[in-house]
């Protein structure tokens, strides 16, 4: 089976997106990440979930867990607030990652080994410069494993 038919359509964000936008259809969908695109539509970047998830969680919480427990649930509640304001582009990392992206006619192992090496949850599935879908670490088990 090769990469292009096991992509599937996903929902991307642009660079200059809202953040809290962002967030939500990660949260609406329970996506693992999101494609991140520019003006274009050209696949940039992948915004995993977790990534989000450390940027709402205060640098001093992150670097001793112990004090999550001391703070009172109205902070818990305002923890979104942090994304107000903010696009996508600054919630990636500074230092671009490769983008985890294969071609069309990649085997599900070279997919396999592209997430493996990338510790990515997705895959951006390129026909040229097209994105054609996005390849997720479920559906690739999916595939795999499960009879047909």
């Known amino acids: 089976m090769h990469a292009g038919e096991m992509a599937e359509e996903f929902p991307v964000v642009d660079l200059d997106s809202h953040a809290l936008d ?39 919480v992150r670097d001793d867990p112990s004090l999550a427990r001391v703070l009172d649930e109205s902070m818990a ?4 607030d942090k994304l107000g304001g903010k696009t996508v582009r600054s919630l990636l990392p500074d230092e671009p990652a490769e983008l985890p992206r294969v071609d069309a006619d990649d085997t599900i192992i070279e997919v396999a080994a592209i997430m493996a090496r990338l510790r990515c949850p997705l895959v951006a599935v390129m026909e040229g410069k097209t994105l054609l879908g996005v390849i997720s670490a479920s559906r690739l088990l999916q595939l795999a494993l499960l009879p047909r």
């Open 77 to 80: 509640d305002r923890v979104a």
């Open 22 to 60: 962002a967030a939500r259809l990660l949260a609406e969908h329970r996506l693992p990440g999101i494609v991140v695109t520019d003006r274009t539509g050209c696949p940039q970047s992948i915004l995993p979930a977790s990534e989000v998830v450390q940027f709402l969680v205060p640098s001093y």
